[in-house]
C-alpha cells in the first residue's frame, strides 16, 4: 500500500484495511454500457486505479449518483453505491455522510443533473462542507435523453431542444462553488489521466466537500465540445495549469502569464512584456476566494483560451458531520440521552377525535 487513510485528512475516521488492492478489486461483473469511446470510461478507469491508495475497504466507500449517464458510475464500482434520484445525489450523500462518519461518500453527477434540477442541492453541500466528494461529468449536453441543451451549454447552441440557438448564458460551475463559498473546487479533463489522478487524490485528502468538475467528452451528441483543450497543438496556448506556490505561466513556450491588474481583476499578459517577478502566484489557500473566482472567469465559453485547470481554492473549515457530530456529543454529555418516543408525542403534537 503507498500511503495509510492516516495520510488522508478527511478519511481519518473511516476504517483501512491491511489486504493489498489494486484497480482489479474496485471492478465489478457488470457490462459498461456507455457509448463508445465516451469520455466517461477515462474517468472510471481513473478512479479505480487511485481508490486502492487511500487503503480502505471497500465496504466503507459508497458512490452515490442522480440520473444521466454519469450516473451508471456505482453499477460499475465494486464498493456501496446507489442509483439515486434526479438531482438529488448530493441531499441523500449528505444524509449517509452526516449519519456514518465511517464512510468515504463520494457522489457522482452530470452537468444537467447537478446544475438544474438539483442545483440548489449542490450549491447547499458546499455550503455546509459536508465531508463528501463531488465529482461533476461536464460534455455541456444532456447525453442520457439524446442531446438537448444543458446549464453548461454555450449560448447559441444548437440542439434538439434550442433548434434556433440557445438563449441562456451558461453556468460556469467552479465560479458558482466558489459563489457558494467551497472550501475545495478543482477542474480537470478526462484525457488528461495524470492530471485527473492528482487532482482526485487531492480532493480525497480534502476534509470537508470537495467539487471536482471534469470536462468530458460525449463522442455522440456533443462531440469534440472540449477539442482546444485536448488538441496536442493548441492546448498549451489553451490551457492554464494552476499550481500552489507557483507563479501562473503557460503557452507553448511559457511566453504566456496571468498577472494582476490595478483594478483587481486578472488578466492574461506578455511574459516578456510585464516579467516574470510581476505575475501572479497561484494561492490555493486564500481565505477570500475573490482571485479563485477571478481565475475561472478567464475562460471564454466558446473559444475556450485561457481555460484554467488545477486546484482553484483548498481551504480548511470543520466539516458539517463533524461539528454535528460534536454538537449532539455535547447535548448528550450536558442532558443525557435523547427519549425518540418522547419527542414524537411532544408539545408540538395533538390529537384530532
Known amino acids: 500500500m503507498a500511503e495509510s487513510v492516516l495520510d488522508f485528512p478527511s478519511l481519518k475516521l473511516v476504517p483501512k484495511t491491511d ?48 440520473i444521466g449517464c454519469s450516473s451508471r458510475f456505482p453499477y460499475y464500482m465494486n464498493t456501496y453505491g446507489m442509483h439515486s434520484i434526479h438531482g438529488r445525489a448530493p441531499a441523500i450523500a449528505t444524509g449517509l455522510a452526516t449519519s456514518r462518519q465511517d464512510l468515504s461518500v463520494w457522489v457522482v453527477t452530470g452537468d444537467g443533473d447537478a446544475l438544474s434540477i438539483g442545483g440548489n442541492h449542490l450549491i ?15 460534455n455541456r449536453i444532456y447525453g442520457l435523453t439524446k442531446g438537448q441543451y444543458s446549464p453548461t451549454s454555450e449560448l447559441g447552441k444548437i440542439t434538439k431542444s434550442t433548434p434556433l440557438g440557445s438563449l441562456d448564458y451558461p453556468f460556469n460551475p467552479v465560479s458558482l462553488a466558489l459563489g457558494a463559498e467551497a472550501t475545495f473546487v478543482a477542474r480537470t ?14 480532493a480525497a485528502e480534502h476534509e470537508g466537500t470537495a467539487l471536482v468538475e471534469i470536462y468530458q467528452n460525449c463522442n455522440i451528441f456533443n462531440d469534440g465540445a472540449w477539442d ?48 516574470l517577478n510581476n505575475l501572479l502566484v497561484h494561492d490555493a489557500h486564500a481565505d477570500d476566494p ?45 442532558k443525557g440521552a435523547g427519549d425518540l418516543a418522547a419527542l414524537l408525542a411532544g408539545n408540538d403534537t395533538w390529537a384530532i377525535d
Open 290 to 334: 475573490g482571485v479563485a473566482f477571478a481565475l475561472s472567469r478567464l475562460s471564454d465559453p466558446v473559444r475556450l483560451n485561457n481555460t484554467a485547470i488545477g486546484v482553484f481554492r483548498e481551504v480548511r473549515r470543520a466539516s458539517y458531520d463533524t461539528l454535528m457530530s460534536e454538537q449532539i456529543d455535547s447535548e448528550i454529555a450536558k
Open 189 to 202: 479533463i478526462d484525457s488528461d489521466r495524470k492530471h485527473l489522478t492528482q487532482v482526485l487524490r487531492a
Open 19 to 66: 489486504a493489498p488492492q489494486s484497480a482489479k478489486d474496485f471492478k465489478t461483473d457488470q457490462e459498461v454500457r456507455w457509448c463508445p469511446g465516451c469520455g466517461d470510461y477515462a474517468i472510471l478507469a481513473a478512479v479505480q486505479s487511485f481508490l486502492p491508495e487511500l487503503g480502505l475497504a471497500r465496504e466503507n466507500i459508497v458512490f452515490v449518483s442522480g
Open 228 to 275: 482546444p483543450l485536448k488538441d496536442s497543438e493548441r492546448r498549451d496556448d489553451f490551457t492554464i495549469r494552476l499550481e500552489h506556490g507557483k507563479p501562473i505561466v503557460f503557452g507553448a513556450n511559457g511566453g504566456k502569464g496571468v498577472a494582476r491588474m490595478p483594478n483587481g481583476t486578472v488578466q492574461v499578459v506578455d511574459v516578456a512584456s510585464v516579467g
Open 124 to 138: 447547499h453541500a458546499l455550503r455546509r462542507n459536508v465531508n463528501l466528494k463531488i465529482l461533476l461529468f461536464n
